[in-house]
């Protein structure tokens, strides 16, 4: 059945039209002139209307403009080709000569609401898709994110160096993730590198590489990182962390697609694509003489920069379903919903830590739960600008290090956690990276996974 709105002044044919749609198993609406129907019937809910061209008041193919996607035909008595021919012009589907033939008037309707419901299906298709098409599985309508997700189609394909940009946990790994997945590379390797989390001393030669003999304790050749992403691709986060002289080595891989390993005399050729992410300002860097600028250059080749969390408008409430849907499962706990209260207070927290800090407060909130419903006090949003003084714990003396594996360790992980919070905001001001974490029992590259896990960037240049 479909909805038709016939429009007529004369009342025999409007009720003739009427009686014959209904037998055929229509629900019939009427009107005899284009305000009355604009004013009685919302227009795009009806699948076809059928007009008379001549109406008191305006001609009947005014309606054309008044139901955009609505087709309507147009009746006419004086069924001259002009007219006919204008109301086409207008956007009418067809027109019908007055007087007609029953059955060939409904073979007519028939037609066009046939035609009318497959311009739907493949209008709703297309929306779908647009707004289901996402790479690597990323979640995302907003205007800025469907620009992102285009900008990783059009350069996915090609060799060019990306450079990802944005805040931390927005993303950038998941997006050059996806552009290695859809480039011609993606059989080859795709090698991950945090270049914060190597200590300076090593990065060079993690890197590059080096032959035996090159500093003290290289015992043999060892293939950097770089040759291990060779045929595919070498994805360098925290770029904006790259000290000087591997600066100057990666521009020369750059360049001449060539790697030179520390100490070595030859160089070897790499065929390797190169995406770089930072969540630093890196033209400021390069203004401070911290970066390269003819490496900013070439990293920049295309960039992709991704909206913080907080600007993706009504992509915070999807994403925290899909992470709700996604933790659920792989804690083998049944599906779970968010109550409007943790809704609201989703949609109104500033998410300084982006996606990760929404993907940690919804897992914490699945372990926590003891129904199907995650409330908001489950999600324990902290207020901007840092928990209320008197929800901090006690402060930990220093006798507590180093850290004990949770395992071994009576506290909970929660207050494990706790403690690492604070006392990396409390002493960063004054320690260096490679300090606190001796101080803290843990490696660098510990420290920097619990940084970015916890959603505690660095705040020292
Ligand atoms: N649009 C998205 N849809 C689904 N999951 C997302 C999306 N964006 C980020 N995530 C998830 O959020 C977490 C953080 O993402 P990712 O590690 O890519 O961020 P990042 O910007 O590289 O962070 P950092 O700068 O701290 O390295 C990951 O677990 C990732 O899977």
């Known amino acids: 059945m479909s909805r038709i709105l016939v429009i007529e002044d004369e009342p025999i044919i409007r009720t003739e039209l009427r009686r014959l749609l209904t037998r055929a198993g229509h629900d019939v609406a009427e009107a005899g ?37 609505v087709p309507v035909l147009i009746m006419t008595s004086f069924a001259t080709v002009k007219s006919a021919v204008d109301a086409m012009k207008l956007g009418a589907v067809d027109y019908i000569a ?28 297309k929306r779908e898709v647009e707004q289901t098409w996402s790479p690597g599985g990323m979640v995302g309508t907003s205007p800025a994110m469907r620009d992102v ?43 991950a590198v945090n270049c914060a989390a190597i200590p300076e001393g090593l990065l060079e030669s993690e890197l590059f590489g080096h032959e035996k003999g090159a500093f003290t304790g290289a015992q043999a050749a060892h293939a950097g990182l770089v040759e291990a992403a060779h045929g595919g691709t070498l994805f ?11 600066q100057a080595r990666l521009l020369r891989m750059l360049q001449d697609g060539e790697v030179r390993r520390v100490g070595a005399t030859r160089s070897r050729k790499v065929d390797v694509r190169i995406l770089a992410a930072t969540h630093r300002d890196l033209p400021r860097r390069v203004q401070e003489g911290l970066f390269r600028q003819d490496l900013y250059f ?3 080749v295309v960039e992709i920069r991704l909206p913080p969390l ?92 180093p850290l004990v594996p949770a395992s071994e360790d009576p506290r909970s992980p929660d207050s494990m956690e706790e403690y690492f919070r ?40």
Do not use: Y
């Not at 900008?151 to 993303?171: D, I, M």
């Not at 849907?325 to 989703?346: F, T, V």
């Not at 001001?429 to 960037?457: F, N, V, Y």
């Open 33 to 69: 002139a284009v305000p009355e129907a604009a004013a009685e019937h919302a227009l795009d809910a009806f699948d076809l209307v059928i007009s008379d061209l001549r109406l008191p008041g305006p001609p009947g193919t005014d309606i054309i403009a008044l139901c955009p996607g």
């Open 98 to 125: 007055k007087p007609f033939d029953h059955d060939e008037l409904l073979l007519q309707v028939e037609r066009v609401l046939r035609e009318g419901r497959l311009t739907r299906q493949n209008a709703a298709l």
């Open 149 to 191: 997700f285009e900008r990783v189609r059009k350069v996915a394909p090609s060799a060019a160096t990306v450079l990802v940009l944005g805040e931390s946990g927005t993303g950038k790994e998941l997006v050059a993730r996806a552009v290695h997945a859809q480039s011609p590379r993606a059989e080859g390797p795709l090698v």
């Open 236 to 246: 360098l986060d925290e770029i904006g962390e790259l000290p000087a002289p591997a």
């Open 298 to 300: 070439r990293l920049r």
């Open 310 to 401: 907080r600007e993706r408008g009504e992509d915070v409430s999807a994403l925290a379903r899909h992470l709700l849907e996604r933790s659920s499962r792989r804690m083998g706990r049944p599906p779970a919903s968010l109550s409007p209260d943790a809704l609201a207070a989703i949609a109104q927290h500033p998410w300084p830590g982006n996606v990760r800090e929404l993907e940690n407060a919804i897992e914490r909130a699945v372990i926590l739960a003891d129904g199907p419903l995650i409330t908001a006090d489950l999600l324990a949003l902290e207020p901007p600008g840092g928990p209320a003084v008197d929800s901090i714990p006690p402060v930990l003396e220093e006798a507590d290090f």
């Open 422 to 461: 604070r006392f990396v905001l409390e002493h960063q001001e004054r320690m260096g990276e490679t300090e606190l974490a001796r101080r803290l029992g843990i490696s660098r590259k510990t420290l920097w996974e619990k940084r970015q896990r916890l959603g505690i960037p660095r705040t020292r240049a």
